[in-house]
């Protein structure tokens, strides 16, 4: 499968949210204004992933005075184990290296043990548990990678 990545901008925001609504729970879903204001914060970048033209998946990422974080990533169910998530993540890994960041954080949920492998497979490692993280009342997986001590 081959899939292609172009920049979003504030334009998408309805876009982010659709491919949000589709692969998460009600709960955690997050709609068009959050995106839209999440688009005004220094240092958000994001980026989409198009099969054939079509939004499959996306990623945004903030990256601030050394450090990043992953804000969300997604991908559409029916895209899913095509290697959308981990093209969207190696790109996330090397803009924010390339800005200087030296460390990068995401939180995961403990149940979503695929998504756990992906970022396992890319150098994260766990640093801390957020106790009752999500909505649902389930723990987050800190995770980190660094490349400077």
Same mark, same amino acid.
């Not at 204001?37 to 005075?65: K, Y």
């Given at each position: 499968?081959?899939?292609?990545?172009?920049?979003?901008?504030?334009?998408? $925001?309805? &876009? %982010?949210? $659709?491919?949000?609504?589709?692969?998460?729970?009600?709960?955690?879903?997050?709609? +068009? $204004?959050?995106?839209? +204001? %999440?688009?005004?914060?220094?240092? *958000?970048?994001?980026?989409?992933?198009?099969?054939?033209?079509?939004?499959?998946?996306?990623?945004? &990422?903030?990256?601030?005075?050394? +450090?990043?974080?992953?804000?969300? *990533?997604? *991908?559409?169910?029916?895209?899913?184990?095509?290697?959308?998530?981990?093209?969207?993540?190696?790109?996330?890994?090397?803009? &924010?290296?390339?800005?200087?960041? +030296?460390?990068?954080?995401?939180e995961v949920s403990k149940a979503n043990e695929s998504a756990q492998a992906l970022y396992f497979s890319e150098g994260f490692a766990e640093v801390? &548990?957020?106790?009752?993280?999500?909505?649902?009342?389930?723990?987050? %997986?800190?995770?980190?990678?660094?490349?400077a001590c």
């Amino acid at each position: 499968m081959t899939s292609d990545i172009m920049q979003a901008e504030s334009c998408h $925001a309805g &876009v %982010l949210a $659709a491919l949000h609504a589709h692969s998460f729970s009600e709960a955690d879903r997050w709609d +068009e $204004a959050a995106f839209s +204001e %999440l688009f005004t914060l220094s240092g *958000v970048l994001t980026r989409i992933a198009l099969h054939q033209d079509q939004p499959a998946g996306f990623i945004m &990422v903030r990256s601030v005075a050394g +450090e990043a974080e992953i804000l969300t *990533v997604c *991908v559409d169910p029916a895209y899913r184990r095509q290697g959308i998530a981990r093209k969207l993540l190696q790109w996330a890994e090397q803009t &924010v290296y390339d800005s200087g960041a +030296e460390r990068f954080f995401l939180e995961v949920s403990k149940a979503n043990e695929s998504a756990q492998a992906l970022y396992f497979s890319e150098g994260f490692a766990e640093v801390g &548990v957020r106790k009752r993280y999500y909505p649902d009342g389930s723990d987050a %997986l800190l995770l980190c990678r660094q490349w400077a001590c």
